[in-house]
């Protein structure tokens, strides 16, 4: 399976600021995808990042407060910009490798927003 | 809205003793089923999938599905305390621009020595 990791590891940041977090992947993947996590809670899909164009965003996130890059097969980065206490989360980037439909997961940015 | 649904718990059971963890989904043309281990504090690492009626067995873990019934499973025999976390069942979703996974919200499971 793919090798994957998320940079920074963890941050506590000023609200209303942003914060950009990586994901680079030792191989080159077909999907690349973005969840949260918020404490106790499952996984939520943000948006699908797509190669060379604008990323697909799930219903209740927008481009604005998460921009999304993947300029290619094996990395990514999502901001989340303007931040307030309640984007304290645990941010974890995913792929599909291969032409199967089995996803991995990075370790995860774990976000504080103070 | 498809959904996947599972029992929040916290399911406990004694060290030695069987783990059945249960899932239901709402789409009736799901195709890959996949259950996951989250430990505190960590991402989700894969432990199985299953794309066929029946059972599908790895170790201590095996996996049961019935499409008929929407209804996906997970048995952890000889449960160790190393198995307590949480397990999500995951539903591959073919809608949107390529697919991806719907989670249920987890089962907690706590196996006491």
């Known amino acids: 399976s793919a090798v994957i990791s998320q940079k920074p590891s963890r941050d506590i940041c000023q609200r209303g600021t942003s914060l950009t977090i990586q994901c680079q992947v030792d191989?080159?993947?077909?999907?690349m995808f973005w969840y949260r996590q918020q404490p106790g809670q499952s996984l939520t899909l943000i948006a699908t990042a797509n190669q060379g164009s604008e990323a697909t965003y799930e219903s209740g996130f927008v481009i604005d407060k998460f921009p999304i890059s993947r300029p290619n097969l094996t990395f990514s980065t999502l901001t989340v910009s303007n931040m307030s206490p309640e984007d304290s989360s645990i941010y974890l980037c995913?792929?599909?490798?291969?032409?199967?439909?089995?996803?991995?997961f990075g370790p995860g940015t774990r976000l504080l927003v103070l | 809205q498809k959904e996947v649904e599972q029992n929040s718990g916290p399911l406990s059971v004694p060290e030695g003793a069987i783990a059945s963890l249960n899932c239901t989904y709402s789409d009736r043309g799901s195709q890959s089923f996949f259950w996951y281990r989250q430990y505190s504090g960590k991402s989700p690492e894969l432990i199985m999938s299953i794309y066929s009626n029946g059972d599908k067995e790895d170790g201590r873990f095996t996996a049961q599905l019935n499409k008929a019934s929407q209804y996906v499973s997970l048995l952890i025999r000889d449960s160790q305390p190393s198995d307590s976390a949480t397990y999500l069942c995951?539903?591959?979703?073919?809608?949107?621009?390529?697919?991806?996974?719907?989670f249920g919200k987890g089962t907690k499971l706590s196996v006491k020595p």
């Open positions: 995951a539903v591959w979703n073919y809608g949107g621009s390529q697919g991806n996974l719907i």
């Open positions: 995913s792929v599909v490798d291969g032409g199967s439909e089995t996803q991995y």
């Open positions: 191989s080159q993947v077909t999907m």
